[in-house]
């Protein structure tokens, strides 16, 4: 299976999961899975010279400002507000960039990410007494499936390291999912903004200690152009405009027509990896992308009667 037939073999399978959204919400939800779909590459291009954490750091700081002084709170307690930015941004960027500058291609950065699908459900199963539905195992142990194929034919310059670093993000945000599910809140734009104040703190304070002052200082000063263009592309494109443009599609249309369009985020990052970096997969990856793709399709897959209230659990939409 080589790299064009499984892109177009992933774009058919998410294509004929969603419901019938009109032509121009379905091409601003392609436009908005191809702008967190080449983050990937965006991020990998920008991070050379500089600590994954301090540019992290830097993108969030971009998320708050100057966004925080127009966009209005949340209504929500601080404590809901404050556990979202911990695990959704913190904990699960934070987890990205390091595995990335490990040497995680952005391509299998992207796809091994929607492991938060397989997460959430567990996840809810136990602390929220969420009963999975038969859709959900199946699509679990699919997509473990396709994950331990992954892992086991990983390239030679992906280290294992690398790997659980990503899956410990993607860890991370599936307990984000859980709180925001717990709380009812909803994932608007304000969210985005107002949980990621406590944020850039923490992983700039987590830099200085980790790869010391000097190197910090020496990276700050030396903030290369790709640096700056790369952080403003992460900050306001994929998270302003693009959770902008997909709330308001959330807002009109059924998750279930518009959370599949997610899928086509990894595919665009590992053409774009492809084609610009040169970064193909190997079989097995491609194998174990597909089947966890597949998994993540059968997870998110509305009942076909109303369940018990509180049975179904309804998976947040996120991305890079």
């Known amino acids: 299976m080589d790299t064009p037939i499984f892109i177009h073999w992933c ?25 967190w779909g080449f983050n990937f590459v965006v991020i990998d291009w920008g991070m050379h010279g500089v600590p994954p954490l301090l540019f992290a750091a830097a993108r969030f700081t971009l998320v708050v400002l100057p966004a925080v002084f127009f966009v209005p709170r949340p209504v929500a307690p601080w404590r809901t507000v404050v556990a979202v930015g911990v695990f959704m941004s913190l904990g699960q960027f934070g987890f990205l960039y390091v595995a990335m500058d490990a040497g995680l291609t952005p391509g299998l950065a992207a796809l091994v990410l929607q492991a938060q699908v397989i997460f959430t459900v567990v996840i809810a199963a136990g602390v929220l007494r969420e009963r999975p539905t038969r859709a959900q195992v199946v699509g679990v142990a699919l997509g473990t499936a396709g994950l331990v194929v992954v892992a086991l034919g990983r390239g030679g310059h992906v280290t294992a390291a690398a790997l659980s670093l990503c899956l410990l993000g993607a860890l991370s945000w599936g307990i984000g999912n859980v709180v925001s599910r717990a709380s009812r809140i909803s994932g608007g734009l304000s969210l985005t903004v107002w949980s990621a104040v406590v944020v850039p703190v923490p992983l700039f304070a987590l830099s200085l200690l980790l ?26 494109l ?29 595919v665009v990052a590992m053409a774009s990896a492809w084609l610009l970096l040169d970064q193909q997969p190997t079989s097995a990856e491609l194998l174990g992308g597909a089947v966890l793709i597949v998994g993540v399709l059968v997870a998110m897959r509305p009942a076909r009667r109303a369940p018990a209230r509180g049975a179904q659990l309804d998976i947040p939409a996120h991305a890079a």
């Open 11 to 35: 774009f058919i399978l998410v294509c004929r999961s969603l419901g019938l959204m009109n032509l121009r919400d379905s091409l601003l939800a392609a436009l908005v899975a191809t702008i």
């Open 211 to 236: 790869d010391g002052p000097t190197e910090v200082g020496s990276a700050l000063g030396s903030f290369s152009w790709q640096a700056g263009l790369s952080t403003l592309y992460t900050a306001a």
């Open 238 to 266: 994929a998270s302003l405009v693009g959770y902008g443009i997909f709330n308001s599609l959330l807002s009109r249309n059924p998750s279930s027509y518009v959370v599949p369009w997610v899928l086509l985020a990894p």
